[in-house]
């Protein structure tokens, strides 16, 4: 019997490959012995590229690590390296490959949106699909930002932020009026064309056309004046004053720079720090910092090329991208972005005037950042080891599951949980679940608990059998004492992950933070010292889910009370049951209504009718 030749990898397999490939563009990707996507990579040479790979020198040890790990590759040509390029960052993102650079925060950004629905446009913060009606301004860093610039807005422009909903049931200005927030077009207090001109002028402003609104608010002040209209010239210079103090505020905004994102790297330790300053209509719109994921010894343009395809692969970018390091490939990154623009986009490194201190600006805050999440990260870590000696784990954990559950009397009844790790709080892994069971008495903790850990490992269980994902706990930290460490037990053992180390935490006789008793399954309860930090780290994260578990049962118990019998009728969504509830002031007196009353109420057709009426009579 012959044996079979044994199967090429690494090196080997790679060279072996090099036979049938050709000199197209196109995507690379490295697969582990489970198919598992180690790294992927775009290529002008698919076979000059992959050809480097198998050479048995010059490699960094992250490479020489990969190539060793390799079982089997996957390749796709493209008509251009621009292509290559946008389809690898794409699959990146995708499939999340251990060696490659990974953007962990993929948040979308907010937006202020003038909606334009209406005779008279409303100004409110904006985040997601730009589908509604309107003109959009943005992005801005963070709520924060959106927030402040809403609020200069308001007390510049005198814009309305109520819902169309709210502008029609008004019979009198609100408050916002009275503390000259709003010039409450609701009740007639200015007409169509005059608030259209305010909108159109908070509109210059917002693209950064402030010099010229001054100056003709300065004018109509003047006439006012003249005309001994003196209320209103007395409004026009309060608003004047408003619109100096904001651009007092806004000082250090760019002179030259209309608009930009200025990105700025800085590594440090094996890690990286990335911030983006926002720049439109020459104004600052915030600065936000992001933490890439780095699979080991890249270097700095590596490192920003990776990561301004992940950023803008949904974003789209603006006229002008400022760098504080080049990338590999200037030109290819220019034609990928100009691509997914649409139009021009100009990106470079600049070396003197002021787009080059707004990047070193901009590379303080990555630097500084950077030492801060370092320094917290030593702590937590200080922390993590403590907490594995004080309970006899086998080493810091690197994700801790905490669970919680809230109800009253029964009612309203969810789970939470929230997930920790040497970088803190991992709130994009924070989960609630809404207790369905139907045999569970009302307040039973020990059957809502049951339900939520049934849930969560019988999921983890089928996604992740082998454990290989870092979805997988350390650590189960248990709010509750001997009683509930026991029941929990018993789930755990069911579902046949025993292995996993649990800690219930049970405050201890007169309640008080700082004597908790701790207990682990088999062992007698015992405390830490008072001022152990373990002590306060394990308090945080038992009050964080407390937190996250309560916040999660008010907002279920919020939309059941808002709740009527007109959100099960099918057809009727959030404004026609608003138009209905206007209409009759109440759900019981849409069920009472004839056919031709509900018709009255607009967007209610003949066929809507005679569901709504059936619904009630079925």
């Not at 598992?36 to 050479?55: H, I, P």
């Not at 300053?277 to 936000?288: A, D, E, T």
Request: hydrophobic share 40%.
């Amino acid at each position: 019997m012959t044996e079979s030749p044994p199967k090429m990898v690494g090196q080997a397999l790679i060279a072996d490959y090099l036979k049938t490939l050709d000199s197209s563009p196109g995507v690379y990707r490295m697969l582990g012995e489970k198919g598992d996507v180690l790294y992927v990579g775009k290529a002008r040479n698919l076979k000059a590229r992959v050809s480097s790979y198998a050479r048995g020198q010059g490699h960094t040890g992250r490479i020489a690590r990969m190539i060793r790990e390799t079982h089997s590759m996957m390749f796709l040509t493209t008509r251009t390296e621009t292509e290559a390029l946008l389809l690898e960052q794409n699959l990146i993102k995708q499939l999340k490959p251990r060696y490659n650079v990974l953007l962990r925060d993929d948040k979308s950004f907010p937006n202020i949106l003038v909606a334009k629905s209406h005779a008279f446009p409303q100004i409110k913060k904006h985040r997601g699909a730009k589908s509604e009606k309107g003109d959009y301004y943005g992005p801005f860093a963070g709520a924060g930002a959106v927030n402040r610039t809403l609020n200069q807005l308001q007390r510049v422009f005198l814009l309305r932020n109520c819902t169309d909903a709210v502008f029609e049931s008004r019979t009198r200005p609100c408050l916002l009026y009275q503390i000259k927030r709003c010039s409450a077009p609701c009740v007639g207090k200015i007409d169509e064309a005059d608030y259209n001109a305010l909108v159109n002028d908070a509109e210059l402003f917002l693209k950064g056309r402030s010099t010229k609104i001054q100056a003709d608010l300065a004018a109509d002040m003047t006439a006012a004046s003249e005309a001994m209209e003196y209320e209103r010239a007395a409004a026009l210079r309060d608003r004047i004053k408003a619109l100096t103090a904001v651009q007092s505020v806004q000082a250090i905004n760019p002179r030259g720079i209309a608009e930009a994102d200025i990105v700025a790297l800085h590594m440090d330790g094996g890690q990286a720090c990335v911030q983006v300053f926002f720049i439109r209509g020459n104004q600052s719109w915030g600065n936000r910092d992001f933490y890439p994921r780095l699979g080991g010894a890249e270097s700095p343009d590596e490192v920003m090329q990776a990561f301004l395809m992940q950023f803008y692969d949904n974003k789209v970018p603006p006229r002008m991208v400022l760098l504080s390091h080049g990338v590999e490939d200037m030109d290819l990154m220019r034609d990928a972005l100009s691509e997914k623009a649409g139009r021009k986009v100009v990106l470079g490194v600049p070396q003197r005037g002021e787009k080059a201190e707004m990047v070193e600006n901009a590379l303080r805050n990555a630097r500084e950042s950077l030492a801060r999440r370092m320094s917290e990260s030593a702590t937590q870590l200080r922390l993590l080891e403590g907490l594995a000696d004080a309970f006899n784990l086998p080493g810091p954990p690197r994700r801790i599951e905490v669970y919680d559950n809230s109800h009253i009397m029964g009612t309203s009844a969810v789970g939470g949980m929230v997930v920790a790790g040497p970088e803190g709080w991992v709130k994009s892994q924070y989960r609630k679940f809404n207790i369905k069971g139907t045999e569970i008495t009302p307040g039973d903790d020990f059957g809502m608990m049951k339900e939520v850990l049934t849930r969560r490992f019988t999921r983890l269980l089928k996604e992740d059998p082998d454990r290989e994902s870092e979805a997988w706990p350390d650590l189960l930290l248990i709010d509750g004492g001997a009683g509930q460490v026991s029941a929990v037990h018993e789930i755990m053992a069911e579902l046949g992950v025993e292995d996993i180390p649990m800690i219930g935490v049970a405050k201890g006789q007169d309640r008080d933070h700082g004597k908790e008793e701790f207990h682990r399954f088999g062992q007698r309860p015992f405390a830490l010292r008072m001022n152990d930090p373990v002590l306060y780290f394990i308090q945080r994260l038992r009050d964080e889910a407390h937190r996250w578990a309560i916040g999660t049962h008010r907002a279920k118990r919020a939309k059941a009370v808002s709740a009527t019998p007109l959100d099960e009728i099918a057809g009727v969504g959030t404004s026609r049951k608003r138009a209905l509830l206007a209409h009759f002031g109440s759900a019981k007196a849409v069920s009472g209504a004839a056919v031709a009353d509900l018709m009255a109420v607009d967007g209610i057709s003949e066929g809507l009718a005679q569901k709504i009426y059936d619904h009630f009579r079925g």
